[in-house]
């Protein structure tokens, strides 16, 4: 169930709650692809780091380690000893992501497996089953992820196919939801608006999701090739139409200043895997911009990544040198500071979001953290 506290302008601010727990929203998933965030954090690393809620990849888990064998082991929470709230996607970014392997029907798709080429089908019902015998706390549902250049009778097409699979992803759900054996009775189901960069196909999508009443939903195929005013502009006409009193959930999207324009436009959830990855590169967030620790600039720099930061490795007396070194050592500790120390940051930056809603001061607060951000681009 969500609960909109408040708004200031569009920014909402609210409260998501599960049976895992409540969620403050605006949030950011901290992404953990195979039940784990890339660069040795553990859940309690998570929790520590104010982590509310964490992301794991259907079609990942699937292929290893099988989700029935998770089932088996109790679910996915009990696997990985995390007790907040998980949300699964649907497998449907593999569709996009595993083009040349794929074929689509209106079944659903057959693609080979990253891993050791065998094939898989995957249609509706398959992710709503894997989904389950997971057991998150929400499931995403079953679509295809147009590309956002895509001539528009590709696009037609492939929304009407991902609305008929919503449907079925419902009814699944439903149906599993009321087994026994289920994991997460509980379990939610978010829908998925697509259209690529075309308006009214956007906008006549939200609408008929919206009808459907779902606990959330979720815009994606969005930051896949278009322009960042572009897609400013597909938030700005599709968000109003989706349900004001449900989570609005911007997939795999994005940049601080991303995620900044689009809580401003009502977008509440927020998932990328920039923190992680980019932090494994010595690449680490501030809120005065991003830096490169393998910079030389940084070898006899001994202040923490950013002073006044809660993250282990800055309240622990860190420094950029001594991170630097183990980077360029090799060393596993580097990347787990680096990592840990941008998770913190983008869920920290949550936090100053949603007390600048509370306090109505949203506008201003973004002005003031892009404008941080844009000088130190410019220095």
Not at 64 to 74: F, H, N, S
Not at 188 to 210: C, H, P, S, T
Not at 331 to 360: K, P, S
Request: glycine share 10%; charged share 25%.
């Amino acid at each position: 169930m969500y609960k909109l506290l408040k708004k200031d302008g569009l920014a909402k601010r609210g409260e998501f709650i599960t049976v895992h727990g409540t969620v403050q929203t605006p949030v950011f998933m901290n992404v953990g692809t195979v039940g784990a965030i890339k660069g040795a954090v553990s859940a309690d690393d998570l929790d520590k780091l104010g982590t509310q809620i964490e992301l794991s990849n259907t079609y990942h888990l699937h292929v290893r380690t099988g989700d029935k064998l998770i089932k088996e082991l109790g679910g996915l929470h009990k696997f990985m000893n995390w007790h907040k709230p998980i949300l699964t996607d649907s497998g449907g970014f593999q569709v996009f992501s595993l083009a040349s392997m794929r074929k689509i029907a209106e079944e659903g798709v057959t693609f080979r497996s990253h891993i050791d080429g065998h094939k898989i089908f995957m249609g509706p019902e398959e992710s709503m089953q894997i989904q389950s015998n997971l057991g998150s706390t929400v499931a995403m549902a079953f679509d295809e992820c147009p590309p956002s250049k895509a001539e528009r009778k590709y696009v037609t097409d492939s929304v009407e196919r991902t609305f008929r699979w919503l449907i079925r992803c419902k009814a699944e759900m439903e149906r599993l939801n009321g087994l026994d054996d289920t994991v997460n009775p509980d379990q939610m189901l978010f829908g998925i608006n697509q259209g690529a960069v075309y308006e009214d196909i956007r906008i006549d999508n939200a609408k008929r999701i919206a009808e459907l009443e779902l606990p959330g939903y979720s815009i994606g195929g969005l930051a896949v090739g278009e322009t960042a005013e572009e897609m400013y502009h597909i938030l700005d006409v599709t968000v109003p139409h989706l349900p004001d009193d449900k989570p609005v959930y911007l997939m795999g999207v994005g940049t601080p200043a991303n995620i900044l324009e689009a809580v401003e436009r009502g977008v509440d959830f927020f998932d990328c895997v920039y923190p992680s990855r980019n932090g494994r590169h010595g690449h680490v967030y501030t809120h005065k911009g991003k830096l490169n620790l393998f910079n030389a600039k940084y070898e006899k720099d001994l202040s923490p990544i950013e002073e006044g930061c809660g993250c282990p490795a800055c309240s622990g007396g860190y420094s950029r040198a001594y991170i630097r070194h183990l980077m360029k050592a090799g060393e596993m500790l580097g990347m787990r500071f680096c990592v840990m120390h941008n998770l913190y940051y983008y869920n920290h930056l949550m936090t100053e979001i949603r007390e600048a809603i509370d306090d109505d001061r949203y506008s201003e607060f973004k002005r003031q953290a892009l404008e941080k951000m844009r000088m130190s681009e410019q220095a």
